[in-house]
């Protein structure tokens, strides 16, 4: 109890508060501009927090993560677009009801939901710092090492289809990541004579150029669409009660968000579709699921906006990412100090649960909020997309250049801009290179403090955590080989040909079929015809 009086101490801060609700209401309508983002806003905001307390900064970059999802939700039901791309689930059953005229009913319910999965997941991680308090401390340079390689696993593994690109994106993120003073014995690596690249390249040059400046880039060549706003019928009220109908639903949707967002590299897609598939299972009417289900939208909705809260937790437990908003929430630690980690849970324990306790009451101003606006929320879907990309490249840039002062971080920054607005373009994944990038240098510095104890390398993985986290990395690695494996082995020709013959067979005894049932139909109606004729 003293330690929640001691956390909203830290919150009771006009400072704060502000940053809470600025971060709650911007976050809402970002959320609500296709196009745009939560990565995108933050990315262009981490410049000015650098000059803030650390719970100031990290309180508003929260406000922006945690609410920009309810605001996506907005354009998704409405106009079919989602504000967010983890709001395209939404959009499944959401727009289907505003076709119906229930367009306010799907909003209440997503708001419901939403406020939902975020409580839900608040009160869990309350409840479960104090055991994350004993476990911290058990990760020790070896543990943290295979944290973070088991986070890239799992980033590559997340990319189905495209493994290789995010395999090879992951190690291009690394690679970036060793240019400037090795940390060992601060000589430089990858300068090629350059003065002005013995500091390295910023992460936050990198971050602005692959999600800033490249969406700006893609908004400047899009062409803007005609919206139509449908009407809409029924109380922004009333999907609170009609959530209390499924609490099955809403329950399991939470749940998985709050586990997969605990797992670095899952995320929101993951939790959205395992939710969204189990009650579609569970579900009494599976049929209507992508045509108006009220449980569709519950599952997507109280999934996604179960992870923000979860997605802290290898961040302030371990100090590892697990995806790139997190990433950029890491740097605002460093530039204060603050350091992510076992120490962090046993030295600030205070200042994690302020920040929990941010995400209860942000979760609160946001539906708050959304209630009363969201009539006029819905038109920032009709801002032109080219002047959105103007907004979006003029702030990177003054962004960018306040950090050092340099006009070369401009144009590293412009540089990644176009790398991001390719991997667009060829809709390839951009995460994998943020989180190489980190997680690489995280595993270079604890891999060389691991080697420096142990005398052979079994002895790396004596202790039971990482002899765990090893066993979960070989498990994933061979059963993704497996799959791809099979996936892809040579087919056998005679059941290929077995196959191919019986639907050939089908398909003839189908068409024979139609032909005498069309045989019939005409001579009946010819019969008809004479029938009528005498």
């Not at 009771?12 to 609700?21: E, N, P």
């Not at 009709?382 to 959105?388: D, E, K």
């Not at 306040?402 to 401009?410: A, E, H, L, Q, V």
């Amino acid at each position: 109890m003293d330690l929640i009086f001691s956390a909203i101490d830290v919150l009771a801060r006009w400072d704060v508060m502000l940053a809470l609700l600025v971060g709650a209401v911007g976050g809402v309508a970002i959320g609500a501009i296709p196009g745009v983002g939560p990565a995108v806003a933050i990315a262009i905001l981490l410049p000015a927090t650098f000059s803030m307390d650390p719970i100031v900064g990290l309180t508003l970059l929260l406000g922006i993560y945690g609410s920009s999802m309810y605001g996506g939700s907005i354009p998704a039901i409405l106009i079919n677009t989602p504000g967010t791309a983890v709001n395209a689930l939404t959009t499944y059953d959401g727009f289907p009801m505003t076709l119906r005229g229930e367009g306010r009913r799907a909003l209440s319910l997503a708001y419901s939901a939403s406020f939902l999965g975020g409580l839900f997941s608040v009160i869990c991680l309350i409840f479960l710092s104090p055991v994350l308090a004993k476990i911290a401390p058990m990760f020790g340079s070896r543990e943290i090492f295979l944290a973070a390689l088991l986070g890239l696993v799992l980033v590559v593994v997340a990319h189905k289809g495209q493994m290789a690109i995010a395999a090879a994106l992951a190690g291009f993120g690394i690679l970036i990541g060793t240019v400037g003073l090795e940390p060992a014995a601060y000589t430089r690596r990858f300068t090629f004579g350059q003065s002005w690249l013995a500091g390295g390249l910023d992460l936050i040059v990198v971050v602005l150029g692959l999600f800033a400046l490249s969406q700006a880039f893609l908004l400047l060549t899009m062409d803007d669409e005609k919206i139509r706003l449908p009407r809409s019928r029924g109380s922004l009220f009333q999907g609170f009660r009609e959530l209390a109908r499924h609490p099955r639903v809403a329950a399991i949707s939470a749940s998985f968000g709050v586990v997969m967002g605990m797992v670095p590299g899952v995320g929101e897609f993951t939790a959205q579709f395992m939710s969204y598939t189990s009650a579609r299972k569970l579900s009494k009417n599976p049929k209507a699921f992508g045509h108006g289900s009220s449980e569709g939208l519950i599952a997507s909705e109280a999934a996604n906006n179960a992870v923000p809260a979860a997605a802290m937790i290898p961040l302030l437990a371990l100090g590892i990412p697990g995806e790139a908003l997190t990433a950029m929430m890491l740097s605002v630690f460093y530039v204060h100090n603050v350091v992510p980690g076992p120490g962090l849970f046993q030295n600030d324990m205070d200042f994690v649960v302020a920040l929990y306790i941010a995400l209860l009451v942000l979760n609160v101003i946001v539906v708050g909020f959304l209630l009363v606006s969201t009539g006029w929320l819905v038109h920032l879907a009709r801002i032109p997309n080219r002047f959105l990309g103007m907004c979006i490249l003029l702030l990177s840039f003054v962004g960018v250049y306040s950090i050092r002062n340099s006009t070369m971080d401009c144009i590293i920054a412009a540089v990644f801009g176009l790398l991001g607005f390719v991997l667009k373009r060829l809709n390839m994944p951009i995460v994998p290179i943020i989180l190489g990038m980190v997680l690489g240098g995280i595993m270079e510095v604890k891999l060389r403090a691991s080697l420096a104890r142990v005398k052979t390398p079994l002895d790396f993985i004596d202790r039971p955590i990482a002899f765990l986290l090893f066993c979960v990395i070989l498990i994933i690695l061979g059963s993704t080989i497996w799959r791809v494996w099979r996936e892809w082995r040579p087919v056998d020709r005679r059941s290929m040909q077995k196959k191919a013959s019986n639907t050939f067979a089908k398909r003839i005894s189908g068409r024979s079929h139609r032909h005498f049932e069309n045989r019939k139909k005409q001579q009946r109606r010819r019969r008809f015809y004479d029938h009528v004729g005498s």
